[in-house]
């Protein structure tokens, strides 16, 4: 079932050691049918050399596994509280790319320092808060999803496609799931930058607020320009 909805997430996936964004199995990349409310995942531990569209996994959004030989992503209900919560949502990513995943570990969200940032997250990329140990100890991976859902609260979650999560990593999402995988390559380059523009000046600052605006405002939203 849903062989065009996995094909994508598939290539989705492929994507993401091709981008360095994964070593070994360290990610996984979904995607959803919301008309079905059925979405598609990785297989948990699967090398990406080996992987094939039809190993992955389709899961509804109870978090039952629908179809599918092996076991989804270990972080499977970290995406289904995502879905749950963002309904603009089609396509999630998570993986422990070096740069955003050093931002993650010292539990700092990435301030908009530059236009490479503002072009795709409208301020600040945040780092949503610890765990406590009763969320770790029980339902771990959804309360993940769950504390990233509190974390945008308020806030619209396609401005700011993406969040670090305390001394893990990032996650990123979409329209779909090549969106999602575009975003976290994003991420990571911006996360590269923020940093190293720190260390040349301590006391930077964000970017101006017209700049962020404008550079957000000119590639999303019904005022766009950018492109064809
Ligand atoms: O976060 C982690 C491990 O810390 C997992 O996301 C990562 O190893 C990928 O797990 P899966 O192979 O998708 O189960």
């Not at 050399?49 to 992503?73: A, C, I, R, W, Y």
């Not at 050093?102 to 997250?121: E, M, N, R, V």
């Not at 140990?133 to 609260?153: H, K, R, S």
């Not at 401005?159 to 991420?187: D, I, K, M, Q, T």
């Amino acid at each position: 079932m849903l062989e065009d909805l996995k094909q994508q997430v598939y290539e989705a996936n492929m994507e993401l050691p091709r981008e360095g964004l994964v070593t070994y199995t360290w990610g996984n990349v979904s995607g959803i049918d919301r008309s079905r409310e059925l979405f598609v995942i990785k297989p948990s531990g699967v090398d990406y050399e080996s992987l094939t569209p039809e190993q992955l996994v389709v899961v509804d959004l109870n978090g039952e596994k629908v179809e599918g030989d092996l076991n989804p992503s270990s972080d499977t209900p970290t995406h289904l509280e995502l879905y749950r919560a963002f309904p603009e949502v089609g396509g999630i990513v998570h993986t422990h790319s070096p740069w955003a995943t050093s931002w993650a570990q010292a539990a700092k969200g990435i301030p908009c320092y530059g236009t490479t940032h503002a072009d795709y997250f409208y301020g600040e990329i945040p780092c949503a808060r610890s765990l406590t140990p009763e969320e770790i100890d029980q339902n771990y991976e959804t309360n993940t999803g769950l504390v990233i859902a509190e974390t945008f609260m308020g806030k619209n979650p396609m401005y700011v496609p993406g969040v670090l999560c305390a001394n893990h990593g990032p996650f990123s999402w979409g329209r779909n799931a090549g969106e999602a995988v575009h975003n976290a390559v994003v991420l990571e380059e911006v996360a590269k930058m923020a940093y190293r523009t720190e260390h040349l000046k301590k006391s930077v600052e964000a970017a101006s607020q017209d700049l962020q605006d404008k550079h957000f405002f000119r590639k999303h939203g019904e005022h766009a320009y950018y492109g064809q």
